[in-house]
Structures are given as structure tokens and as C-alpha cells.
């Protein structure tokens, strides 16, 4: 199993590797560091870069790449890669594709630093991949420290159709990391919403929470820890900011309906979430 990092100069690089460390730790996978460079196919540009500007740009990015390395912790395998696209994401998506290679089980990346710290504030990078990967996609909030390994896996539910396949392999990832699993499901009434209203989706809440408590309960066996847990507030930020999070915890949220079968689609709901968040997130692909 291998990761895909994104790793450039900024703190963000730094982020990602941090984040990729700690859940390989957890899952045992190995690192593949991976800087892109711009295209150094030939162009009819009269500005078109030449031999010497490429050498030295790839000499740059080896810098990068070494840099990079010297973060990851000794007890986690990485290895460093060069790649040459028309844009970051396009290189990212084609080494966690690659099929000499096998499909990467993540793609890696820290988001915009502007943000405080804990936060996460969305670049075009990890908008881009959150819009169109078809591997699911961990993001590092800013100024992410490494842990010592994963010790819970959130995974987010909703009543809707389709949000099975997110449960299911929260489940997997819960077994397979040996860590217990929390449902959460987040109640968001609105400032016109009455108590009546507020009290009957918060119990539909529970009893979707309970029978996919059950569900997986059955799935991992015995001595497996799953717990749920409803957040509420007038808005999904609030109902998210009302419940407690670790720092070593890692939370999972489905794509949106709106996304293509197999690829990544950030709805409405992820973003709010996300916002709310101050620990590291996995966007998983629809379906």
C-alpha cells in the first residue's frame, strides 16, 4: 500500500508529510514524496524555457524532494519522485494512478496556510483534487504535528441514499488500522427551527446512528469499540464545534451526489464541516 504526498517548499509540504506520517503509522503503508514541475515538453513559445532552465528547475526540485525526506520520521518508508505536468494536481493524480505502480490508497496534501492555526483554508490545489480525484484525498489542517499513530477514526453519516459505501469503508479502515470507530451524525435546525422539529430529527438522528452502531459492530467483532454520536446546532459548523475531537483522530466524509461515480465531489455540506474541523479529514469518492 503506498500514499501519494504532495510536497513543495511551503508549509503545507511540511503538513502533508506530517498527516501521511502519522496514518502510516496506522496502516503500515509507504510514502511516495512526489514534486511537480511544470511540462518541460517543447513549445513554439518564443518564451518557451530552455535546456538549462529545465536542468536547474529539476535540480530545485531535488532540493525539494530532499527536504522533504528529512522530515519523514525514521520509523516510516518513503521515497522521493519528480514529476512533470501541466498543473500540481494533474501530476499528483497521475502518480496515485500510475500503473506500473497500482493505484496509491491516498493522495496526501496540505491546504491553503493563511488560515489559523488547526484550520483549514482551501487552495487551489486541494480544490482542484477535491473536485476531481478518483482516490480519496486526506487533508492536513495548518500546522499539523505528527502522532504516534491514528487512535480514532470519525466517519460522518447522513440519512440519504448513497452514504453506504463512506460506512463501509470507514469499517474497513477501523478493522484494518485496529482502531474504534465513531458514527457521527450532526443535526442543523436552523435559527427558525422549533423544539418539536429540533427534538423529532435529533431522535430519526439516534436511531439512524444506532442501527449503523449495530452494523458495524457485527462487522468488526468482538471486542471492537463503536460508539455515535449526534452533534446539533443552528448550523452544521456549530453542530460540529459542539462535539470533541482528538488531536490523532482522523475524520471521513463522503462526496456529494452530484459527483461521477468513482470521483471526488467537496459538496456543500463536506465544506461546512471541513471549516468547522481541527483535526485532519479523508474525502472519500462517491461510490
Known sequence: MRYVVGYGPRHRGLDAVNLAATLARSS????????VLPSDA??????????????????????WLADGLAQVPVDVTAEGHLRRADSITEGLLDAATDPDQGEAALIVVGTFHRVRSGRFGLGSLADALLHASEVPVALAPTEYE?????????CAIGMRPGNEN?????IRLAAEWKVPLRLMSLIAVGEGGSDERRYEWTQLAHQHAAALVDKATAALGTGAVVTSVVGQGHSLEDAVQELDFQDSEIVLVGSSRLAQPKRLFLGHSASKIMRALAVP?????RG
Open 166 to 170: 463512506l460506512v463501509d469503508n470507514a
Open 146 to 154: 505528527p502522532q504516534a499513530r491514528v487512535t480514532r477514526i470519525t
Open 281 to 285: 479529514m479523508i474525502v472519500w469518492p
Open 42 to 63: 517543447p513549445t513554439f513559445h518564443r518564451y518557451s524555457p530552455d535546456d538549462a532552465f529545465n536542468a536547474e528547475l529539476e535540480e530545485q526540485g531535488r532540493e
Open 28 to 35: 503500515g503503508a509507504t510514502l511516495d514524496l512526489v514534486s
